[in-house]
């Protein structure tokens, strides 16, 4: 085959175009783990509250290896080094950042393979990538784990300014519609250097930075945090808990996930893999559309709930440990759906959210001035409003039944 | 319970905010067989090509009800009668009018209930809500079904320049990316007017009306008979196809699914639609992902080719009946597949394809000029290209597995 | 002549389409008054930083009037009471709100006529008006002046979020391309609600305010007080000082600006402001074209370094009171271009800027709770970034001529 | 001077940043010959009509300077050789090449300098600018001249899809709000592609220049043969021809124009051009506004006519012939404004204006086939449309005074 047959032009109406390096990213895009992505959404069940929300992990990828691209022609346009084996390699890692993600992304992460989260899960999968590639992602995964010797490009992947979060705010604000997290992806890769092998902001890039940690916050308090969409997620993950709980060999559901929920995963890391990229978003709601008729009341009210987006009541609960209301509520919930005390607890919990804007503590945004000196944002001139983002916010909120509710 | 709670705004990248009128399309909005279309994707398999038109016909419908609130307000505010009764009748017409769109919305018409299209059943669906909504469906009925004195509302809903047309162009050329399809809703809405009970399009518009008709045709082109799309498309419906061939009742799929490749459906349409609106999506993939190890090699064969993305080769095929050709790529299949010579109908075969962008027979764009004539745009003066856009292309094209192809 | 050939539909890069409300909007638009506007740059010299900000204080005064139409509506649509004749009021009000601006805009501000600010000069432009129309602008003229007894209508021409400063932010961010100071207008204003008298924000609106605030300080610092900005303008006012002062009756010059120059300014209103509205952006330049020439050198040069983009350099100045520095530039000066110390003073001089994002102590922004409560919005909790954006900041700079730099 | 200080990003609202090359472009616009421009708009008087096209050629040439930038980049990228210094010369092309455009850009062609177009004195004013630069516009100046053996590069300045083109196009979409004429410059760009020292298409194109050509057309009509913005143009032309006719030296206007209204031009091409770089739009405009208080009517009727909008009527004339009607409006205006039946013919007057959206017989629009053909887009298949918009269209038009109109 023509080695020019493989090279592609992607839309994206985001960037325009994404062009696919070379062959061999393209040989990882067609690849089955990778064509997996196209089939988990980025959002999880975001788009029950925002309709237009249903762009996939595939997409992200590809759009953070746009931008990576980007980065490292503009790195590289300021006079720092980057070797074309390790633009590669980076390039490799950020595409292949997400690829352990499993069904819904973050809302259903612990749920499925317990214990391991998709960061460990996506090194697991580069790692069994780099074997059928013969060894072509050496590089990209010493990257990713920050074992190369150029820190930078490990930040690139990962940090306050990575390639990854300056896409996915940008995307999930594109398909959303909350134009208020709109973030300019490129105006602020275009004001990235380097000090001391360290990701840098140009000084001039200060107000743009400061838009950026905006622009975030108010995503996770429009979007991932957004009550209705936890609600529908915390729906989700107590399915599956509860699926697993009444589990039996004869329940209908596609045939992988049964795997999962019986619990006797492989013991190689390699098989497990393979099972697990069997799983996608379809598998879980053809599992839940199957249990509306289960016969465990629970499962089915739960399953039932989500097809009919008739999700759980979400409130503000000042004092978490008011014990009272939320007995008063299990109790109504007891009554109402004809199940044990124990069991209402699939109905009612009390759950704290942190939004933290900016975490200098984890690490920070950097500014170069033109003297050469290097500043945290936080305590640049004039930033006063940034070290007060910098102050985690923690929001308590209590999940009922809408039709339990309290008589007020 | 306040009907004010029930009073939503949400957010559409496309428009802003999409306002639901009040609380019947509340109601409506939230009924199970419209909250199914949440899992129906506008554009079946274009995703394949255009990695971000994941979008759903349950944002379609909302679009096209925005579009047609826009409507009303501009040729009520051109003088023309609409009353309050006809205006929302109007506007649920619209918001209803896919809601008997199955899986895959297009690609898999006729493929799971054979002989009865998606508009038949919309108007079932329609109906079967007007009894639980005890008669409020009525008039929105009639103008669906063009039986409503005022043509003009029914043209609103179907004809050249209807709302369902102009969101769907809209809509599909943003998520695609493809903005040469990019079509200006609102102002083409903001020029329309009413002459002797027709939508008519006031005559400045002339250059707006052009560009949506070449982008419309531009759209046909490059999405919705885009080759690769169409690709994977024939090969949904090749599984579809096989998988009733073959079906038998230990055949892992999902429970609803089985009903309709079974194909003992109810005999009442009351039965029948509470089935079909089990149907969506998960339970097309999900059996395709079963299937995927069914001892059948062509279905396992052709599962496996959707989901790997291992779509068949598609080439202009000037000469459709070139049988010599055909003969020996079936021959190919057969060898290396292993199947019988009838089997490898599911892998080669041809198919001829047509695009109309402005078909004048069909129902015309009329132009009214301030002197109060009314003149067919294709016979506007200087616009030649219009009247060249009016005539049909055909083009035929030939497919085949990329792995059996012509020795040349 | 037939009333609907008034009726006018703009074409609004930003808004797509202005509508003139009917034939009175129409024939105040038409007035030379108004049409003079179209001659008044919005931000004076940006265009000499961003090379897209040509756009004039009518194209401003347009979009101010389309903002304040939706602004009306929504407040209608929440059942606050709107008369017709208060509608058209406060319309006529935000389109004639800066009639009274000079060349330049605020650049020259108190350099023209001294002493008296463009609010007032629109009111007298305002009072002329009414004359001519007849007492048509009556209840405008009292809105503007908030004499009316619905304060809130006056709120919308003037306070923190009022359809001008909406209009301008969005616009001004628009042309100069400074994404960062982006405001969506249109979603804010869907946001507003009235209690007792007073514009609030409904509490769904907090992260857009905070955006809004945000945008706003960032369009201070990058656009507002940007340092090259100021440092053309403050050229345009020492040239407009030079002229006034070199002054003889043989000056090249505009005829209009020459009476404001020689400072035989007439002594009725009418009479002045009939004079003011032959002066526009064109006779400045005319002007200073020809001192380009003229014998004295202050003059020359200073217009010289103005058409040929010779900027004063401007630097922080941590001590303002840094005598010894100044002094030395102004030696260089003296020396350099063989002028008097005393007229050095048009080449070096300090100015302290402040900006003050959100200023509560003027007038502030209230945010409405479910339960019916108004809160600041810089007390709501999550807003501790607010608070610290009520903070001025004040910046120094010095401003010298770049060839008649220090030493370093 | 540090040469880093002179590097500069430039924001522009249509494509973002927009970056000078290196020093020498730098010293280029900051030339006064090139700063000038800022006081050149690109599209005349036409913000009388669209309020937001207030864009200079200034502006303009940066813009074709960054897609020359980007067309340079692709086209290496296909493995097409251009040498560094052909690289920097065809930027420098199309930055200067409008760098002779006098006020009011075509508006006022010819009649401020009869007999020379302004690409004859954009080519004087390289040579003088490459005298000042030492020799370093020579292959600039070849390219433009196509003087240099590799013709693409002169085509990339001058052809149906040149950079010239692709920006203003663009750009007087995006400052007009005339959305149907947007042109998406970058991903027609990204197809470009040589054959035999020939630009062309590459073939999956071929939509895109669809588009291309009917977005071009409709900026015709809507925009560049707009009925007003001609009325006001022509008002401009009959001032200056007037005020030629009428000159006395004691006239006021701004002196560079009054060397050019008497007519006694110096004969040297460099103090021409030296002359000539002193006017711009502001002169212009300072000469009609101090002409409207002229003693000869003719005069002072058309400069307050454009001072006060008060334009010319414009209808559709199919007979420009009918000498009847022409002679009746002349005898009204004749009548009312007591002139001369030879004066009126300022006020009275017919024209024939031509729209050719693609003219294959000037140059032609070549798609590149994947076998290596090359074929004119209007024989390609399917564009049947194409060929129809290369007949090009003359529409009449009667201009006169709106109080002298026809008795109907």
């Not at 595939?58 to 633009?87: C, P």
């Not at 838009?211 to 009550?227: N, T």
């Not at 945004?365 to 409003?385: E, F, M, P």
Request: charged share 25%; net charge neutral; aromatic share 10%.
């Amino acid at each position: 085959m023509n080695s020019t047959n493989k090279l592609k032009i992607l839309n994206d109406p985001i960037y325009g175009f994404i062009t696919i390096p070379n062959e061999l990213f393209f040989d990882l895009i067609e690849h089955p783990y990778f064509q997996r992505l196209r089939r988990i959404s980025q959002l999880g069940l975001t788009y029950l509250v925002y309709p237009g929300a249903y762009h996939t992990r595939f997409h992200h990828a590809l759009g953070a290896m746009h931008l990576m691209d980007k980065a490292v022609r503009i790195l590289k346009s300021k006079g720092h080094a980057i070797s074309m084996e390790e633009e590669e390699a980076v390039k490799i890692a950020i595409l292949l950042h997400d690829i352990g993600h499993g069904p819904f992304s973050h809302a259903l992460e612990n749920s499925i393979v317990p214990g391991i989260d998709h960061e460990k899960l996506s090194l697991e999968f580069m790692k069994l990538l780099n074997k059928e590639f013969e060894g072509k992602l050496e590089m990209a995964i010493n990257i990713f784990q920050n074992k190369h010797p150029k820190k930078f490009l490990h930040q690139l992947i990962s940090s306050q300014l990575d390639m990854d979060r300056l896409d996915y705010l940008r995307r999930d604000s594109f398909y959303t519609g909350v134009t208020e997290g709109q973030v300019n992806s490129e105006r602020l890769i275009s004001m990235l250097n380097i000090v001391d092998d360290q990701i840098v902001v140009d000084h001039k890039g200060i107000y743009s930075v400061e838009k950026f940690i905006v622009a975030r916050r108010l995503m996770y308090w429009q979007v991932y945090l957004h009550k209705t969409v936890l609600s529908a997620e915390f729906l989700l993950i107590k399915i599956l808990q509860r699926a697993r709980e009444v589990f039996t060999e004869d329940m209908l559901m596609p045939s992988a996930l049964k795997v999962f929920l019986r619990g006797d995963l492989p013991e190689s890391y390699e098989d497990l893999l393979n099972l697990y990229a069997q799983l996608d978003d379809h598998d879980i709601f053809s599992g839940i559309k199957e249990w509306q008729f289960h016969s465990d009341k629970v499962l089915s009210i739960l399953c039932e709930s989500l097809l009919k987006r008739k999700l759980l009541a979400v409130v503000s609960a000042d004092d978490p440990n008011n014990d009272g209301k939320i007995n008063e509520l299990k109790k109504n919930v007891q009554e109402k759906y004809g199940i044990s005390l124990k069991e209402t607890e699939y109905f009612v919990f009390n759950k704290g959210l942190t939004n933290n804007a900016y975490n200098p503590t984890k690490d920070r945004i950097n500014l170069l001035y033109k003297d050469g000196s290097v500043v945290d944002i936080a305590r640049a001139a004039d930033q006063l409003n940034i070290s007060a983002l910098a102050k985690p916010v923690t929001k308590n909120f209590l999940f009922f039944p809408k039709d339990c509710g309290l008589r007020s």
